[in-house]
């Protein structure tokens, strides 16, 4: 069949298989037909000769295992004040190194390592660091993940579908490995410990620990549609992070404590159907409280139209270690979603009640519509509204066309809180159609807020803002790419916050040889960045949120890349496969007894076939190897005719050649004399 | 011990490009190995070529000047031939390509940046061309190809056997000169054979002196009352070219379409800034496929004959 396809690509006629007339694979002309070729294009005045590559410069070396090296020399300056502006500006100067290695090994599965070291003035030096070694195989369809470094907590998959309701994995300087067996019957077993802690930084982000030490083991086990999970977590001496603030930033509290906590789930996939439903229950142990949850969910289809449900019942204190959970709760919640070529359409309501008696009850609801009109006119909008100790209701609405230049777009949005904060923006966007490789999107906007009274804003008095965005990007020639972003607010009226704020960034992308590429950028934000919230959670109020940002920076990165090798797969399995080796001998077996004896010669030139589809012959010595062959059984077949008269081999008998991961089968086969 | 494994692909990635802009990439590869069991040694050529298609426009005695986007994508370098040909669609829907210069042929008015490339490995190219009538240009349809053609040729050996292997791409250009536009009519309408599905089809007629595409969505009522959303095949009709475009069921989710006529169709076709009315009731298809009469244009899929629109009860 292959003989065919080549034979094909070479003879075919001019012809594409091109329903659409746009690009067209084609076989290669002859050199005779080239030859004959009666027109020759024009070229275009006045464009430099192309400069010629080396070709012998260029090789790539594929000779040996996969392997690649990435380095990344950086240098960072930037100036910024503290967020209240009293302060005066601090400067930092910040130099950095960043290795990113890899190298697949047969046998070992692919193993990599990132490095990042940072320091410099005003800068506090940091490495972080993780060894990676994915996919190592073992006999019996098991294969294994091992990390040390920076990893995660881990936690089942399980724990993780609802993203509602998710164990949060949390990271840590440590280890931890994970061992695989999957299939229909899969079953999934891990283990990790480390020291939490979070990624910090701009715009290289490290790890900062947190002191403290966490472990978590658990399992997972898939029979059929059903699957089934469990997991223990502990820590020592950690400190637990407080509930997420305002803005999606973090905190930790000041004391220490040392958590525990259990999760146990299971869940069925009606393959059939596409339905699915699960159950989850955790149990944790803070500081002497006790605290449980559970939480179910399923999830049916019919047609287009999907469906949720959720009941869930969380007690106050509830943590998985160092993060907090959903407390002091207890309700449900429907969603419903329709996809089709002219509607989208997605309706979500939850109700919830406190547990204890001492939090609010409320509920959350939202919905959206999309609509095509036409093939380039869309309208839609969406509406949500929480009760939830505060009342809160946001929306928008928007209406989207292509025109000659490109598309536009005009929405308005609308939040407003219960004696709280109060927005309104219309805006216009427009994405310029452009030359191949270019992009220009633009953005124009008219904003009103109405702060929630506070110390400094007793009057809540309303600011009128002006918005304007650019955002492109250009490649030229060269190997450069250009882009950059531009983002003014400029706000009029009687708010506490007059004035123009910028944020602007330009970059470039210099590709100047294979290996080597070099970036630059430079940023500014000036001013006051204003973010408005819509209702998106039935936990978190709306609000505005403001940043004082006062700083600047210029960012360099020259960057190293090769690679070389090429992948390798064992007889009768894909790269990456758990492998060993077959050697053994033909031999002339004059006594019969299958072994093979000292006196006994080997059988030279026989061929030996290993599945029946891949051969070899054996030496002068009767011997033969097949080096690397997928772990497993196998069988063994000789050909006869090859064997000197009057030997020969039972050809009813099946040879079998049970094969290990990094192991070596000796087998001998003996022929025997034909009587 | 050797073991011969040999592979050769070609395969396209990315559909339609948007007119003008988008980011739609043809890929192809000439890909011949040599493996023996310790280790797989690769070599050849890849390519990858954005946008697949240009539909640019331009004014007599104007130039306009695009570019094509060429990734080499191999771990060492390669050389490519760059040249137009001319093409044309075949009576199967098929585009059958040219290098000899067709009557009325609009390449001499294009120029490229060059003919011949050396890019390293990993690399991308901007490579220009541009097209530029002549002033007393009449208005109409400038189409050519721009053919990019892998010549790092390798030459396989299949026992007593060797071949060539190697590959091009055709990039596609409808450059629309002077005020030339599409004028598309629906002149028939049957059902036929879709991937196993019998759908509702349209023999599509342009009378127009530039080539157009069906758009848009048109809305059904089968049978059993199920509504239903129909889009047309995106297919070219060139000037003076009938086509059959089969509208294609665009059901919620992963259920298969099962159609049951008799099945009403209304809705807008579009095509650039132009669009018709359809009005249209198909009837359960024949048993037995009858041959398509010699009247009407070849039907690139199987089905009952496709026949003609009442008028009035069709365009509105």
């Known amino acids: 069949m292959l003989l065919a396809a080549i034979a094909s690509a070479a003879v075919t006629p001019l012809r594409a298989q091109q329903n659409a007339a746009s690009s067209a694979i084609l076989p290669n002309s002859t050199q005779a037909a080239a030859e004959r070729r009666p027109y020759e294009d024009r070229v275009m005045e006045g464009v430099p000769p192309q400069e010629e590559v080396d070709l012998a410069v260029a090789e790539y070396n594929p000779q040996g295992w996969p392997r690649g090296i990435s380095l990344q020399l950086t240098r960072n300056l930037q100036t910024f004040q503290n967020a209240s502006g009293t302060a005066g500006f601090t400067r930092t100067d910040t130099q950095g190194i960043q290795i990113d290695a890899f190298v697949e090994a047969p046998n070992f599965g692919a193993v990599s390592l990132n490095l990042l070291a940072l320091g410099g003035r005003n800068v506090t030096g940091l490495t972080s660091w993780s060894l990676r070694q994915t996919g190592l195989p073992f006999d019996g369809g098991w294969s294994a993940d091992n990390a040390l470094g920076i990893t995660n907590l881990l936690v089942p998959d399980l724990a993780r579908k609802n993203s509602r309701l998710a164990l949060p994995a949390t990271q840590v300087l440590g280890g931890s490995t994970i061992w695989r067996n999957e299939g229909s019957n899969a079953l999934v077993i891990g283990a990790s410990v480390g020291e939490p802690g979070r990624f910090e930084g701009f715009p290289q982000s490290r790890f900062v620990g947190l002191g403290g030490q966490v472990d978590s083991l658990f399992a997972q086990a898939t029979e059929g549609e059903w699957t089934a999970a469990a997991a223990v977590a502990q820590g020592s001496n950690i400190l637990p992070e407080v509930a997420p603030i305002a803005g999606g930033g973090v905190s930790n509290a000041a004391t220490r404590v040392s958590p525990r906590g259990l999760y146990v789930g299971i869940g069925q996939n009606e393959l059939a159907t596409g339905a699915s439903w699960q159950a989850s229950a955790i149990g944790s142990q803070t500081s002497g409280v006790n605290a449980t949850g559970i939480w179910a969910d399923a999830i049916w289809r019919d047609g287009g139209h999907n469906h949720q449900v959720s009941i869930f019942r969380f007690t106050q204190g509830l943590t998985w270690i160092d993060r907090p959970l959903a407390a002091d709760l207890q309700g449900g919640g429907y969603r419903y979603d329709y996809h089709s070529l002219r509607w989208d359409v997605s309706a979500n309501i939850e109700s919830f009640a406190s547990v204890s008696g001492d939090s609010p009850s409320g509920w959350y609801g939202s919905t959206s519509v999309r609509r095509l009109i036409t093939a380039g006119l869309s309208t839609g909008g969406g509406f949500a509204a929480r009760d939830f100790g505060a009342r809160s209701a946001s929306g928008f609405a928007y209406l989207q066309w292509q025109n000659p230049l490109g598309i536009s777009r005009v929405q308005l949005d609308a939040a407003s809180t219960q004696g709280g904060p109060s927005s309104q923006t219309a805006s216009f966007d427009h994405s310029v159609y452009a030359e191949n490789g270019m992009s220009l999107t633009t953005s124009l906007g008219l904003e009103r807020l109405q702060p929630a009274a506070s110390a400094i804003d007793t009057q809540r008095r309303r600011e009128n803002a002006v918005i304007v965005g650019l955002n492109g990007r250009a490649l030229l020639d060269g190997g450069l790419y250009l882009l950059g972003s531009l983002r003014a607010r400029d706000v009029r009226g009687a708010g506490v916050d007059s004035g123009t704020t910028l944020a602007a960034n330009v970059g470039i992308d210099w590709q100047f040889s294979r290996d080597w590429s070099l970036g630059a950028s430079l940023y500014e934000n000036r001013g006051v960045l204003v973010d408005t919230i819509a209702v998106q959670s039935p936990l978190i109020v709306p609000e505005i949120i403001r940043a004082r940002p006062n700083d600047r920076g210029v960012f360099l990165t020259l960057r190293y890349g090769s690679h070389a090798g090429s992948p390798s797969a064992p007889l009768g399995g894909l790269p990456g496969s758990g492998s060993g080796g077959i050697e053994g001998s033909v031999f002339l077996d004059s006594n019969g007894n299958g072994l093979r004896d000292g006196n006994e010669s080997g059988a030279a030139n026989v061929l030996v076939t290993l599945d029946g589809k891949f051969s070899t012959r054996t030496n002068a010595f009767g011997g033969f190897e097949f080096p690397s062959v997928v772990s497993g059984q196998h069988t063994l077949s000789v050909l006869q005719d090859d064997l000197p008269l009057p030997w020969s081999v039972d050809t009813d008998q099946k040879i079998t050649a049970p094969i290990s991961t990094r192991d070596t089968t000796h087998i001998d086969i003996g022929a025997k004399r034909m009587n | ?316």
């Open chain 2, 1 to 316: 011990m050797t073991i011969l494994a040999n592979k050769i692909k070609f395969r396209t990635m990315g559909s339609q490009a948007n007119p003008v802009g988008g980011l739609v990439c043809a890929l192809v590869c000439a890909i011949t190995t040599l493996c023996a069991p310790s280790a797989l040694h690769a070599q050849g050529f890849s390519a990858v070529i954005s946008p697949p298609r240009f539909e640019v426009a331009v004014q007599p005695g104007k130039t306009v000047r695009q570019v094509i986007e060429i990734t080499h994508v191999a771990n060492r370098a390669g050389k490519y031939r760059v040249y137009t040909n001319d093409w044309s669609l075949g009576p199967d829907g098929n585009a059958v390509f040219s290098e000899e210069l067709a009557p009325n042929s609009c390449r001499p008015w294009v120029a490229l940046e060059r003919r011949d490339l050396s890019l390293d490995a990993n690399a991308k190219i901007r490579f220009r061309f541009e097209i530029s009538p002549p002033a007393d240009a009449v208005s109409a349809e400038c189409r050519f190809a721009i053919m990019i053609e892998g010549l790092e040729q390798v030459i396989k050996t299949e026992g007593a056997l060797s071949f060539p292997v190697s590959g091009r791409i055709g990039v596609i250009v409808y450059a629309i000169v002077g005020d030339a536009r599409p004028k598309l009519e629906i002149s028939h309408a049957g059902t036929g054979l879709s991937e196993g599905v019998v759908v509702p089809q349209l023999q599509v007629r342009n009378t127009g002196n530039a080539h157009g595409r069906l758009g848009g969505f048109v809305t059904g009522m089968d049978a059993q009352g199920r509504q239903i959303d129909f889009v047309p095949e995106a297919l070219p009709i060139l000037p003076g070219q009938s086509r059959v475009i089969a509208l294609i069921p665009n059901v919620p989710g992963n259920d298969a379409v099962k159609l049951t006529y008799p099945l009403t169709v209304k809705g807008n076709l579009e095509w650039g800034d132009q669009k018709t009315g359809i009005d249209l009731r198909f009837e359960a298809p024949v048993a037995k496929t009858a041959p398509t009469p010699t009247s009407t244009p070849p039907a690139s899929k199987a089905g009952p004959p496709l026949v003609p629109l009442v008028p009035g009860t069709t365009a509105k």
